[in-house]
């Protein structure tokens, strides 16, 4: 029987977190025996907010590099730029003519980003979704796996495929949202009530994926708890905690029970520095692997041009149906 389809990607801007590792691309790794997987690296999405050429340019391959560190076996994935597949932007632009303004300015996330960057309110970053949805439906995806903050985004697309393939015919396969087993949303360190990000102000609310380990200990000495003194998964009444929780339980696989039995007792100092090594042992193996990869730039053009190659096989063939479909010459 053939394998089902996966796609996700990240964005390329920024360095990645974390939350980006335990949100996405860790439930990546697990998926790539069972199912036939598609890994963008969503560098046109990067373009909604400014950037310098040259770092978009590098954060792009360091993206590449990560994947790979990360454990995502080339041989067994399609790894590719979004930019270097050309149908991505054609197919976003029909489904454009198919996707209400009403229903993309419910999108929280164009309502965050418009006011976090007032003097840069694009139409890119509004019409957003419409991209990530011709992402998503090039390529037939049953599954796509993301953290929650990106529901909306996934509800909307299959919106978007249901009216066309109502006006059209089937066309397109209705993809299904697929969350990780805890971490689908890691919170900040200094503020737990909003998710960890990249393009977060204060550094300390943040692990990012290169941080050094005496960094990393750092940070989470200094994470934001509670009075209580007990460590007890309780996101309303104790985010902090809960969050070092979801964080410690990605980084070792212990369930949160386990977690609250193993810490019975002691204090939050102890638990801190326990969940900042289970981190620190996480990441240092993908740390090496990725400082490796980078000094070899000729192997990893080759893995995203071959990627793409790949990618356009599938990608054509659906937007030639599409353009049939509506009477695109
Ligand atoms: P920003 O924080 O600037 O909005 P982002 O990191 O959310 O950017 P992407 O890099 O495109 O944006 O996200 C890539 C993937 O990482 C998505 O699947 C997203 O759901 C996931 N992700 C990002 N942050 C978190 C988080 N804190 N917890 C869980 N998953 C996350
Ligand atoms: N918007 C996503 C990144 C992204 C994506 C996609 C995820 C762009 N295109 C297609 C899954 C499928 C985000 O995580 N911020």
């Known amino acids: 029987m053939e394998k089902k389809k996966v796609l996700s990607g990240v964005q390329s801007t920024g360095r990645l977190t974390l939350g980006n590792y335990f949100g996405a691309i860790n439930n990546w790794v697990e998926m790539q025996e069972e199912y036939d997987c598609y890994y963008m690296i969503a560098n046109l999405h990067s373009l909604t907010v400014r950037n310098d050429p040259e770092t978009l340019k590098n954060n792009t391959k360091k993206i590449i590099a990560l994947y790979l560190a990360a454990g995502l076996d080339p041989q067994k994935n399609t790894l590719f730029i979004q930019s270097q597949v050309k149908e991505h932007a054609e197919l976003s632009w029909i489904l454009n003519c198919y996707t209400y303004m009403g229903e993309l300015s419910r999108m929280t996330q164009f309502k965050d980003k418009s006011e976090k960057h007032t003097d840069n309110i694009n139409a890119g970053l509004f019409t957003y979704p419409v991209l990530m949805a011709a992402d ?170 071959r990627g793409a190659e790949k990618a356009r096989e599938l990608a054509s063939k659906t937007l030639k149906d599409v353009k049939e479909r509506i009477g695109i010459l």
């Open 136 to 305: 998503i439906l090039l390529y037939q995806a049953d599954y796509v796996p993301v953290g929650v903050d990106q529901m909306q985004h996934l509800e909307i697309t299959r919106d978007i495929a249901e009216r066309f393939n109502k006006l059209y015919g089937k066309t397109f396969v209705i993809p299904e949202v697929y969350l990780g087993k805890v971490s689908s949303k890691i919170m900040g360190l200094q503020d737990p009530t909003a998710k960890m990000s990249k393009s977060a102000t204060n550094l300390n609310d943040v692990i990012f994926l290169e941080d050094e380990p005496d960094l990393i200990l750092k940070k989470f000495k200094k994470a934001v708890t509670d009075s209580e003194n007990k460590v007890q998964y309780n996101p309303e009444n104790k985010p902090g905690v809960s969050n070092l929780m979801q964080i410690y339980s990605s980084a070792t696989g212990s369930t949160l029970k386990e977690i609250e039995k193993e810490f019975e007792g002691s204090g939050y100092g102890d638990f801190k520095t326990k969940v900042a090594e289970a981190v620190i042992s996480k990441l240092e193996p993908i740390q090496n692997k990725y400082n490796d990869l980078l000094n070899n730039q000729g192997y990893l053009e080759e893995i995203y041009t």
